[in-house]
């Protein structure tokens, strides 16, 4: 399995932007880095993923670093609705999807 | 709203017993994945199904078995259940069979096995 490192929790106050690092060192040259995030009680949600380049859309950005070893998804504006876990995953050729431990996120009023 | 429809919400039952777990995906999905969530683990890819094939194999047990049905459905058998199978229960399903699609989640099914 191709393996992510993140952090086990992170703080943020609401409004304030979040950065939320993943290390994938042993990522391959076909490998998508995929982000999802799971609240309380539901199913994980997809957020964002990208292969090389930064990523935009309406829920967050992905940046990628030029070596591809690292990357950090980015919530411009933290709310309290924002609290999940965050799981960075590696997506294999043939379609592996390999969750790790992910990052919890508590938002502070 | 995800559009993948997992019933039932809450399952109990007794060791030794066996359930079917079953899985609507989202209109036009033809991949479905199951993934397991304890407590005590994260989320444990156990199986792939595309357009009715199998298409991978995670940390499944032996004891367990899924199908994909010609409507693309799935359903997930547990049989000789043990404590240690209770547990949330996920489906997922995307549109391709490629390692470009996310995945869309359904809200699980609550095993649990007295």
């Known amino acids: 399995d191709a393996k992510t490192t993140q952090p086990n929790s992170m703080e943020s106050n609401e409004e304030e932007p979040v950065h939320l690092p993943c290390n994938h060192s042993t990522i391959s040259g076909t490998d998508y880095i995929h982000w999802y995030r799971q609240l309380p009680s539901q199913g994980p949600e997809y957020v964002i993923h990208g292969l090389t380049s930064n990523v935009n859309n309406r829920m967050a950005s992905l940046a990628i670093a030029e070596d591809r070893k690292s990357s950090t998804l980015i919530l411009h504006r933290a709310t309290l609705r924002d609290a999940a876990v965050y799981y960075c995953?590696?997506?294999?050729?043939?379609?592996?999807?390999?969750f790790g431990t992910g990052t919890s996120l508590t938002v502070i009023p | 709203d995800s559009g993948v429809t997992q019933t039932p919400k809450h399952l109990i039952t007794a060791t030794g017993q066996r359930v079917t777990l079953r899985c609507s995906p989202r209109?036009?999905?033809?991949?479905v994945y199951w993934y397991q969530q304890s407590l005590d683990q994260g989320l444990q890819f156990l199986i792939h199904?595309?357009?009715?094939?199998?298409?991978a194999k995670g940390n499944i047990l032996e004891r367990f078995s899924a199908q994909q049905f010609p409507d693309l459905h799935s359903e997930l058998n547990l049989s000789s259940l043990e404590l240690g199978d209770s547990a949330l229960y996920f489906c997922?399903?995307?549109?391709?069979?490629?390692?470009?699609?996310?995945?869309?989640f359904g809200n699980g099914t609550r095993l649990t096995v007295t």
């Open positions: 995953i590696l997506q294999h050729t043939g379609n592996q999807f390999y």
């Open positions: 997922a399903s995307s549109n391709r069979d490629s390692y470009n699609s996310p995945l869309h």
């Open positions: 209109s036009g999905d033809l991949s």
């Open positions: 199904y595309y357009n009715g094939e199998e298409r």
